[in-house]
C-alpha cells in the first residue's frame, strides 16, 4: 500500500520558536495533502487542504499566519509553526490522496511539545 | 456545517458477542461517510467507505439518510479488533471530518 511518512515523529522546541514538520508521500505523487490536529483524547480535526504549487486552504478558525503550509513538490508538503506557544502543543497528521476517488493514507504523525 | 457525533468513548464486549459503534452525522448536502481504524501504535487506515458497500475485516456498515446514522457493524468480535475507530464525513475528495472515536475493546 502506499505510505505517507511525516518527520520528524516527535520535537520539542522552546516557547517563540518555529518548527517545521514534513510530510512525504513515499511511493506515489500526491495530488492533494492535508493536515489535521489532534488533541488528547479528541479527535483530529481539518487544519487545512494543500495542493502542489498552490496555496493551501485553511479551515475556519485556523491561523494561516501561524500555521504556514507549503506544498513544494507532489511528493511534499511542510506545515511551520510560526512563533510557537504551549497551546500550541499537540499531535499533527498528515494525509495525501492521488487524486479524486482514490483513498486518502496517513502518516504516523508528529508530536509537538512547546515547552 | 458538517458535523460526525459517535456518542460511545469507550466500549467492551466479549470475545464472540456482536458489536455496533454507532455513528451519526449531520450535513446539509450529500457526504461520503467512512469508518477509519487505528489499532495500538499505528497510524489511521481506512476501514470501510459507505460508496463502496463492502464488508471488511468481518465489518459492515449500512448508510441511513433517514437517521443520519452510519453505524458500524460486525456479528462475532474478536480480540484482534480492540482499536480505536473513527466515523469520518467527506463533503468533497478527501476532506475528512471525524467524530471523537470510540475505543472498542474485545475481552477475551
Known amino acids: 500500500g502506499a505510505v505517507v511518512s511525516q518527520h520528524p515523529s516527535w520535537v520539542i522546541c522552546k516557547s517563540g520558536t518555529s518548527v517545521k514538520i514534513e510530510c512525504r508521500s513515499l511511493?506515489?505523487?500526491?495530488?492533494?495533502m492535508f493536515w489535521y490536529r489532534q488533541f488528547p483524547k479528541q479527535s483530529l480535526m481539518l487544519m487545512a487542504t494543500?495542493?502542489?504549487?498552490?496555496?493551501?486552504?485553511?479551515e475556519q478558525g485556523v491561523e494561516k499566519d501561524k500555521f504556514l503550509i507549503n506544498h513544494a513538490s507532489l511528493t511534499l508538503s511542510t506545515l511551520t509553526v510560526t512563533s510557537a506557544h504551549p497551546e500550541d502543543s499537540s499531535f499533527y497528521i498528515c494525509?495525501?490522496?492521488?487524486?479524486?476517488?482514490?483513498?486518502?493514507?496517513f502518516g504516523q504523525g508528529t508530536r509537538l511539545t512547546v515547552v | 456545517a458538517q458535523r460526525v457525533t459517535q456518542p460511545e468513548k469507550l466500549l467492551s464486549v466479549f470475545k464472540g458477542a456482536p458489536v455496533e459503534l454507532k455513528c451519526n452525522y449531520s450535513?446539509?448536502?450529500?457526504?461520503?461517510l467512512f469508518w477509519y481504524v487505528q489499532y495500538s501504535r499505528q497510524r489511521l487506515q481506512l476501514l470501510l467507505r459507505?460508496?463502496s458497500r463492502e464488508s471488511i475485516k468481518g465489518f459492515t456498515a449500512d448508510l441511513n439518510k433517514g437517521e443520519t446514522s452510519f453505524h458500524l457493524k460486525k456479528p462475532f468480535a474478536q480480540e484482534e479488533d480492540s482499536a480505536m475507530y473513527y466515523c469520518?464525513?467527506?463533503?468533497?475528495?478527501?476532506?475528512?471530518?471525524f467524530g471523537t472515536g470510540t475505543s472498542l475493546t474485545v475481552i477475551p
Open positions: 494525509s495525501a490522496d492521488r487524486g479524486q476517488n482514490t483513498e486518502a493514507f
Open positions: 511511493d506515489f505523487q500526491a495530488t492533494t
Open positions: 494543500s495542493n502542489e504549487g498552490s496555496k493551501a486552504t485553511y
Open positions: 450535513y446539509s448536502g450529500s457526504p461520503e
Open positions: 459507505h460508496i
Open positions: 469520518a464525513l467527506s463533503a468533497t475528495g478527501n476532506q475528512f471530518y
